[in-house]
Antibody
Framework: EVQLVESGGGLVQPGGSLRLSCAAS????????MSWARQAPGKGLEWVSA???????YYSDSVKGRFTISRDDSKTTLYLQMNSLRDEDTAVYYC?????????WGQGTTVTVSS | DVVMTQSPLSLPVTLGQPASISCRSS???????????LNWFQQRPGQSPRRLIY???NRDSGVPDRFSGSGSGTDFTLRISRVEAEDVGVYYC?????????FGQGTKVEIK
């Protein structure tokens, strides 16, 4: 069974950094594209970033230059390094398997940016 | 960026009646490989999103057959043939053809 478990969320001050992790099981991470999406309180879904099978990375304009997606295939873990955090980055962050389809999602981890 | 526009944004439905959600994209979603990467997701209250439909009309495993997707190019529809209580939630379309990926605003389905 495919499972994704996010962790690393928390409270951080504006301008601070966090690294989110997504532990993957039930499939081979190294041959799967992966994505991050987020949902601000009471709002809709927003696509954030993706990494393809070949390692290509893509970002939304709202996080480009501040967030970095990566993966450690040996640890079967996907990461999202978030720097220069802003109030508007407050959201539940989800990782998902796939880049064109996002077929399986994790339970999410909450990031709160506030002073 | 490709803009995904859903309508309606709120959909009160009677149990057992059909429901339909429209999703329009600002550009064609046909990819160079010939596939159209249009997905539909369901998000029940307090839960993570769950994909229902991929590539316009393919149901994911375990998705009831009362859910169906159709469309082409820039115009897509999600239909529920007979709404059940467990279908309450927000439904999103998402395009997986162009970078960056984009979601529709969401359609809230509730029971009348």
């Amino acid at each position: 069974e495919v499972q994704l478990v996010e962790s690393g969320g928390g409270l951080v001050q504006p301008g601070g950094s966090l690294r989110l992790s997504c532990a993957a099981s039930g499939f081979t991470l190294s041959i799967s594209g992966m994505s991050w999406a987020r949902q601000a309180p009471g709002k809709g879904l927003e696509w954030v970033s993706a990494i393809t099978v070949s390692g290509g990375t893509y970002y939304s304009d709202s996080v480009k230059g501040r967030f970095t997606i990566s993966r450690d295939d040996s640890k079967t873990t996907l990461y999202l390094q978030m720097n220069s955090l802003r109030d508007e980055d407050t959201a539940v962050y989800y990782c998902a398997k796939g880049t064109s389809g996002m077929e399986v999602w994790g339970q999410g981890t909450t990031v709160t940016v506030s002073s | 960026d490709v803009v995904m526009t859903q309508s309606p944004l709120s959909l009160p439905v009677t149990l057992g009646q059909p429901a339909s959600i429209s999703c329009r994209s600002s550009q064609s979603l046909v990819y160079s490989d010939g596939n159209t990467y249009l997905n539909w997701f369901q998000q029940r209250p307090g839960q993570s999103p769950r994909r229902l439909i991929y590539k316009v009309s393919n149901r994911d495993s375990g998705v009831p057959d009362r859910f169906s997707g159709s469309g082409s190019g820039t115009d897509f529809t999600l239909r529920i043939s007979r709404v059940e209580a467990e279908d309450v939630g927000v439904y999103y379309c998402m395009q997986g053809t162009h970078w960056p990926r984009t979601f529709g605003q969401g359609t809230k389905v509730e029971i009348k």
